[in-house]
């Protein structure tokens, strides 16, 4: 069973900045495709950023293009989302994403992607 749980939320001011961790299960197998995504109250979950980890390949939506950066650091089993320039679109709740084991492709965006989600994380931007 993989488990996933985020930190790093919190209500920062427009402009601020803020970088979210996903800390991926000890007993996980290395993860090819990590993603992060955000709901905002009464939508749809819709992806943010996402990693394959064999290539390093990145991809963003494009509301976030040049403002967000996916990375991951597999030694220490996490995946990190670095937030710059927030605006208050970008007030979420953050969840995180793995596709499991032996699994390795798909539509980075799309929710069904993934087998597995961490608990989510808010992130609130205000002036």
């Known amino acids: 069973q993989v488990q996933l749980v985020e930190s790093g939320g919190d209500s920062v001011q427009i402009g601020g900045s803020l970088r979210l961790s996903c800390l991926v299960s000890?007993?996980?197998?290395?993860?090819?495709?990590m993603g992060w995504f955000r709901q905002h109250p009464g939508k749809e979950r819709e992806g943010v950023a996402a990693?394959?980890?064999?290539?390093?390949?990145?991809y963003y939506a494009d509301s976030v293009k040049g403002r967000f950066t996916i990375s991951q650091d597999s030694a220490k089993n996490t995946l990190y989302l670095e937030m710059n320039s927030l605006k208050p679109e970008d007030t979420a709740t953050y969840y995180c994403a793995t596709q499991g084991p032996y699994t390795c492709g798909g539509q980075w965006s799309v929710t069904t992607e993934y087998d597995y989600w961490g608990q989510g994380t808010q992130v609130t931007v205000s002036s």
């Open positions: 000890a007993n996980a197998y290395s993860m090819c495709l």
């Open positions: 990693v394959y980890t064999d290539t390093g390949s990145t």
